[in-house]
């Protein structure tokens, strides 16, 4: 059974930081391109930040330039999204993705809430 299960969500005040995991679980997670996408009140989900297969590359929006790395760890099937200097603009559900383009295979996670309000 294939999983992706996010956690690390919460409320935090501007400036704050919080770090959001995704524990993958029910297939070869060494094979996907990992992914994080959010998607605020009223707005269309949008990409906020993908890494390689390995990790060696990593993309991020414009938006969270800077401010927010992903990285990943194969051994443990996570992919973790380190988010700093939060704005109120990044509230937002964070969902975790997972693509096999070359297989079209693609999984989804629930999404994880985060919340930034003074």
């Known amino acids: 059974q294939v999983q992706l299960v996010e956690s690390g969500g919460g409320l935090v005040q501007p400036g704050g930081s919080l770090r959001l995991s995704c524990a993958a679980s029910?297939?070869?997670?060494?094979?996907?391109?990992m992914k994080w996408y959010r998607q605020a009140p009223g707005k269309e989900r949008e990409l906020v930040a993908d890494i390689s297969t390995t990790g060696i590359s990593a993309n991020y929006a414009d938006s969270v330039k800077g401010r927010f790395t992903i990285s990943r760890n194969n051994g443990r099937n996570t992919v973790y999204l380190q988010m700093n200097s939060l704005k109120p603009e990044d509230t937002a559900v964070y969902y975790c993705n997972a693509v096999r383009p070359s297989q079209g295979r693609e999984y989804w996670g629930q999404g994880t809430q985060v919340t930034v309000s003074s």
């Open positions: 029910g297939f070869i997670y060494g094979l996907y391109v």
